[in-house]
């Protein structure tokens, strides 16, 4: 059996340059990090980092795509009608606070944040993609409602309420106001209190 070839020299340098770049832009943030910087972190010429990312704003581009594609690494977890409504649910949204547990994750969407406001265009961009990656809980809402296990006839609003009830605690304060992650107890009681709120109105059983 043969061992996998070794990355290529060009692949290992694109590596370096997105590991320097991670912790350049978490620690001085979008605007006082330069390709100069992010250059002499990873080891390689200025040039090197052009021939890979022709800008900043493509690098940091290709950042926060890796953190939506990483946030899609677990499965989708479908609805089960032959289970009952609340595990699933809990299951779904402390999938979500592990997201956010990730402070990597919540540095960089800081330093996203910051980066876009100024720009309409790309603010709107940048929470487009973030909605995308929450569409798994939208289609078990509506999935559980037209089952008639939900009273709802607006999944996408439901999953609207409920994500801001999960964001309210483990996202937004971090992001604006720069609080901690949540501890693991604090996650869980958040998920919990979270699916109970939300049955407790939607759930029809």
């Known amino acids: 059996m043969t061992s996998p070839a070794p990355p290529r020299l ?3 340098k ?13 620690q001085a943030g979008y605007d006082a990090t330069s390709m100069d910087r992010i250059a002499a972190s990873a080891g390689v010429s200025k040039r090197t980092v052009y021939n890979h990312f022709p800008s900043k704003e493509a690098l940091f581009a290709q950042i926060l795509q890796q953190l939506w594609e990483r946030s899609r690494e677990s499965p989708e977890l479908a ?3 032959d289970r009952p409504l609340r595990p699933q649910l809990l299951e779904l949204v402390r999938q979500k606070l592990q997201l956010l547990h990730d402070e ?5 969407v800081r330093a996203a944040v910051v980066a876009v406001i100024p720009t309409p265009e790309r603010a709107q961009e940048m929470f487009k993609r ?18 008639g296990r939900l009273n709802t006839d607006d ?3 439901a999953s609207g309420l409920l994500q801001g009830l999960v964001k309210g605690q483990a996202f937004w ?13 604090q996650r869980d009681r958040l998920a919990q209190t979270a699916t109970d709120m939300f049955l407790a109105h939607f759930a029809s059983e």
């Open 14 to 26: 694109r590596a370096a340059i997105l590991e320097a770049a991670v912790a350049e832009f978490r």
């Open 155 to 157: 999944p996408v609003f």
């Open 104 to 108: 990597a994750f919540i540095d960089l």
């Open 79 to 81: 609805y089960r009608a």
């Open 173 to 185: 304060p971090q992001i604006a106001l720069g609080h901690a992650v949540l501890t693991p107890e």
């Open 130 to 147: 973030v909605g995308d990656k929450e569409e798994g809980l939208t289609v078990w809402i509506r999935a559980a409602a037209a089952d």
């Open 10 to 12: 060009t692949d290992r």
